[in-house]
């Protein structure tokens, strides 16, 4: 079985500038989870979906943040602009259940913003 | 406002000896408790989780301890192994485990052969 894809694994960008990050999750997996984290922190939940739908995006900083799953399948997260702050990794995961112990990981994408 | 804690950020043991790391938590709504092991570059694995009802489960090596009255739960590796070496976060959630996780910071361990 596959894992959760995420790309780039790597990107580097300057203040102000746009980027995004795609998500693949495992196959048959109806709920899709983004998280930051910030070194030194633990991964901190931006938002979750059940197929196409928003659960929670309560600490998803909105005024810079966007995400979506348009066919309930791949995802994407942007920011725009970024500022210094969002330098992170950022994780996306998969569950078939919505169940916090069945949640896979993907290997995260690190975003420095300079 | 951190609701789940690891107070140690590093810990160091010798390989087959026992790795015992800890968390503490603040909110009493938690009744769900994981632990995650996460290898550089890679994202977190799940790695064995306690439920509320219980004060102790175990799997293999790995044993998580809760003790709810001093909102506490302990991670307990016996023998290390190289292998080991990680960053090991604790997380903890609502409703049996259906709701958001919050993670600590984490633990770095480092199991010396």
């Known amino acids: 079985e596959a894992g959760v894809a995420q790309s780039p694994r790597y990107k580097i960008i300057e203040k102000r500038q746009s980027v995004a990050f795609w998500c693949n999750p495992i196959?048959?997996?109806?709920?899709l989870y983004w998280y930051q984290q910030i070194l030194g922190q633990g991964p901190k939940l931006l938002i979750q979906f059940q197929n196409n739908g928003v659960v929670d995006d309560s600490q998803l900083p909105k005024d810079r943040f966007s995400a979506e799953r348009l066919k309930g399948v791949d995802s994407t997260l942007k920011i725009q602009p970024a500022k210094l702050e969002d330098s992170a990794v950022y994780l996306c995961?998969?569950?078939?259940?919505?169940?916090?112990?069945?949640?896979?990981f993907g290997p995260g994408t690190r975003l420095t913003v300079l | 406002d951190q609701q789940v804690k690891q107070n140690s950020p590093s810990l160091s043991v010798q390989e087959g000896r026992i790795s015992i790391l800890n968390c503490d938590y603040t909110n009493s709504m938690f009744d769900y408790f994981l632990w995650y092991k996460k290898y550089p570059a890679e994202g977190p694995t799940f790695l064995i989780s306690?439920?509320?009802?219980?004060d102790k489960n175990e799997d293999g090596r790995f044993t998580v301890f809760l003790n709810k009255s001093a909102k506490h739960l302990s991670l307990h590796i016996v023998p290390s192994q190289p292998g080991d070496s990680a960053v090991y976060f604790c997380a903890a959630t609502t409703q049996g485990g259906s709701e958001k996780l919050v993670f600590g910071k984490g633990t770095k361990l480092t199991v010396n052969p």
């Open positions: 196959s048959g997996h109806a709920t």
């Open positions: 995961a998969s569950s078939l259940n919505g169940r916090a112990d069945t949640q896979y």
């Open positions: 306690i439920s509320s009802i219980k």
